[in-house]
Every structure is written in structure tokens, then in C-alpha cells.
């Protein structure tokens, strides 16, 4: 009796953590936007999950060419951060 309502348990607790994953993932919302470089592999410019704003890795690239910005570090920093400020206007953040 003791073994079947431990695994009674188990089960609620599995189905407590199944659902808390398939809420948080009814809440997330996929940012894509052409103002900034497409991303180089296969994931998502950012995401916004239970209002919170994750951005992926932001490089000095040219949103046309897809391609490294002339004129070394700062311009990339210069441009990586043009990048990082369109994908945060495209979520709505401020």
C-alpha cells in the first residue's frame, strides 16, 4: 500500500511538471525581424517567454549581406549592438 501511494504520488508530481512545461511553453512568442541579420544557425533572434525577452548572440554582422561590417572591432561593436537595439524594438521592448 505504502509502494502504491508513493507512486500515486510520483505520478501527480510528473503531471505537475508536465504541465508547468507546457504552460510556460503556450507563453513563449518567437521574434523574427529583417532590420537585424538573420540568425547563422538553426535558432530564433529572440524569444519572449512570461514576459521576459532572451535575445540570441549578436554579432557585427550587415543586416543585408549577412556579412562582417568593415573597419574592425568597433564598427562590428557598433553594429552588433544597431542589431541588438532592432530585435529589442521588434519585441516591444524599450
Known amino acids: 500500500l505504502k509502494a502504491?501511494?508513493?507512486?500515486?504520488?510520483?505520478?501527480?508530481?510528473?503531471l505537475q511538471l508536465n504541465y508547468q512545461r507546457n504552460k510556460n511553453q503556450i507563453n513563449r512568442k518567437i521574434i523574427e525581424t529583417t532590420k537585424a541579420p538573420r540568425p547563422v544557425g538553426p535558432y530564433s533572434q529572440a524569444i519572449i517567454n512570461n514576459g521576459?525577452?532572451?535575445?540570441?548572440?549578436?554579432?557585427g554582422l550587415c543586416p543585408i549581406s549577412n556579412k562582417l561590417v568593415d573597419g574592425g572591432i568597433l564598427?562590428?561593436?557598433?553594429?552588433?549592438?544597431?542589431?541588438?537595439?532592432?530585435i529589442l524594438e521588434e519585441s516591444g521592448s524599450s
Open 4 to 14: 502504491q501511494i508513493e507512486l500515486q504520488s510520483l505520478k501527480v508530481n510528473l
Open 75 to 86: 564598427n562590428e561593436a557598433k553594429q552588433s549592438f544597431a542589431n541588438l537595439k532592432k
Open 52 to 59: 521576459l525577452v532572451y535575445v540570441s548572440g549578436c554579432v
